[in-house]
């Protein structure tokens, strides 16, 4: 049990980080990577989809 809880406090904690450099960029640079300010939640969770090119 210990196991799991601190693997799932590394996952959060690797989520947080993410979340924190794609908030710091600027909307411009956020489109340059293919994404909006609103799709940093799901880009972060592994979520997000996108049509194929």
């Known amino acids: 049990m210990l196991n799991h809880t601190v693997e799932a406090f590394r996952r959060w904690r690797t989520?947080?980080?993410?979340?924190?450099?794609?908030?710091?960029?600027?909307d411009l640079q956020l489109a340059d990577i293919g994404i909006t300010?609103?799709?940093i939640e799901a880009a972060v969770r592994?979520?997000?989809?996108?049509?194929?090119?």
């Not at 989520?15 to 600027?26: G, I, T």
């Not at 592994?46 to 090119?53: D, F, K, Q, S, V």
């Open 15 to 26: 989520r947080e980080r993410a979340r924190r450099e794609l908030d710091s960029l600027n």
């Open 37 to 39: 300010r609103s799709d």
């Open 46 to 53: 592994g979520e997000l989809r996108r049509p194929a090119a």
